[in-house]
Every structure is written in structure tokens, then in C-alpha cells.
């Protein structure tokens, strides 16, 4: 047996010889499916490349989003707290007043 029969090679990759008196000759694809086969593969490969992308700025996208929200959110929350510390400040300056009108009127 020559070494060539003896090789074990994935039928997926390359497919598998035939041998006839020990004269290899050539399978059934030719160069053009070969390089076929390999574009179409850079192709997908590609392609996937370009939806990982996509995915991954869809993903930035809606974390810059997400940001934005809690940021608006946050100022909302900050103005509220504003507010009502205005509101306590009013009510205690009313408090003074009635303070005030309480001891005028006692004397």
C-alpha cells in the first residue's frame, strides 16, 4: 500500500480520492467548486461578522438610552426635592409669621 491510501483525511474537507493501480487521480470537484466553496464560506463568515456588529451597537444603543432615561429620571427626582424643600422653607417661614402675629396680639 502507498502512503497516500494510508492518509485519513475528513471527507468534508477534502472529499475522498480514487485510486486505481495506485495512480491517484483527481475526485469529482474541480478548482472552481473548490474556491466556490471557500467564498461562499468567507461570505457567511462575513455576514456574521456584520450582525454581531450590528447587534453590539443595537446593545450600545439602548445602554446610551437606558442612560439617558435614568439621567432624566435623576433631574426629575432632584427638582422634586427641590420643590419640596421650597415648601419647607415657606412653611416655616409661615410659622414665624403666625409666631410673630401670636406674640403682637398677646401684647
Given amino acids: 500500500m502507498s502512503l497516500k491510501s494510508r492518509l485519513i483525511i475528513p ?3 477534502f472529499p475522498l480520492p480514487r ?3 495506485n495512480i491517484w487521480t483527481p475526485p469529482e470537484w474541480s478548482y472552481n467548486d473548490l474556491s466556490e466553496r471557500i467564498t461562499k464560506r468567507k461570505k457567511k463568515r462575513e455576514r456574521q461578522r456584520e450582525r454581531k456588529k ?3 451597537r443595537e446593545r450600545k444603543r439602548e445602554e446610551r438610552e437606558r ?3 435614568k439621567e432624566i429620571k435623576r433631574g426629575r427626582e432632584k427638582e422634586k426635592e427641590k420643590e419640596k424643600e421650597k415648601e419647607k422653607e415657606k412653611e416655616k417661614e409661615k410659622e414665624k409669621d403666625r409666631r410673630l402675629k401670636d406674640l403682637v396680639l398677646r401684647f
Avoid: G, I, L, Q
Fill in 19 to 21: 485510486f486505481r493501480e
Fill in 11 to 13: 471527507s468534508s474537507v
Fill in 54 to 56: 450590528e447587534r453590539t
Fill in 67 to 69: 442612560e439617558r432615561e
